[in-house]
């Protein structure tokens, strides 16, 4: 190869990595909560959408929007396929680490029960289906 290749190489090698980590951090993933369908609602979703704003919305959104203060939950990389039940499960109990935003790190939702956190699931992942993330 010659020179020139190499250096064409690498410079869509870096044009490549910036355009994936902006696709992804930045923070614009936020909609508007009133262009977001919402599941037919059961009495189970009905409570899961309660905890959801009383523990959720402040910083996620109403509906998952996503705020300044963190992302929809209708983006891709909340697909079940990427992050799992078990992540939306840890993630209000133990904290998490900033690694897909620049929101910085999510710490532990006080109070939040396990129970509580099985029906904020149940109504994220019938919102994210109702929107047609999976």
């Not at 190489?9 to 009133?34: K, M």
């Not at 992302?71 to 078990?86: A, M, S």
């Not at 620049?102 to 509580?116: E, H, K, L």
Request: glycine share 8%; aromatic share 8%.
């Amino acid at each position: 190869m010659a020179m020139t290749d190499h250096r064409l190489i690498a410079a869509l090698t870096v044009f490549l990595a910036i355009a994936a980590a902006t696709s992804v951090s930045g923070a614009a993933e936020r909609l508007d909560p009133q262009s977001i369908k919402l599941p037919q609602m059961t009495p189970e979703l009905n409570v899961g959408k309660l905890n959801y704003d009383a523990k959720c919305a402040a910083c996620h959104g109403l509906n998952t929007a996503g705020t300044d203060q963190g992302p929809t939950f209708l983006h891709r990389v909340y697909h079940p396929g990427h992050h799992g039940d078990r992540a939306f499960y840890l993630a209000p109990k133990n904290g998490a680490r900033a690694h897909h935003w620049r929101f910085g790190d999510m710490p532990p939702v006080a109070g939040i029960t396990d129970s509580q956190i099985e029906k904020i699931i149940g109504y994220v992942r019938a919102v994210q289906a109702a929107n047609g993330l999976f």
